[in-house]
């Protein structure tokens, strides 16, 4: 699979997950590899701190989509978590952890 079919991808899978795409580097490689890091130096830097600034400008979730979080969670619950719950232990423990349950 190719770098861009994984963007696309990714890409349509940000609704689903509630988070945004940031950034994305395309960088043809071989095999054997013949990029290095300090060839793209510059690229992954700036792509670094495009996260960073997303990460520090990020609004807070309005009401209504906390409610659809809240709603999507509970039907995972039901539908996933609650018929195999030896599957899904570790996101289960995640989950109390972060206090969604």
Known sequence: MGGKKV????????????TTLSDF??????????????????KLENSAWRLVLDINEHSPKG??????????????RKIMLEKNPEQ???VLKCWREKGYL
């Open 7 to 18: 963007n696309k991808n990714l890409l349509g899978l940000q609704a689903l997950f509630h």
């Open 25 to 42: 580097i395309f960088c043809k490689v071989g095999i054997p590899s013949k990029i290095t890091a300090e060839d793209i130096k510059i």
């Open 63 to 76: 009401f209504l989509k906390q409610m659809l979080i809240c709603v999507e969670r509970m039907i995972m």
């Open 88 to 90: 899904y232990a570790n």
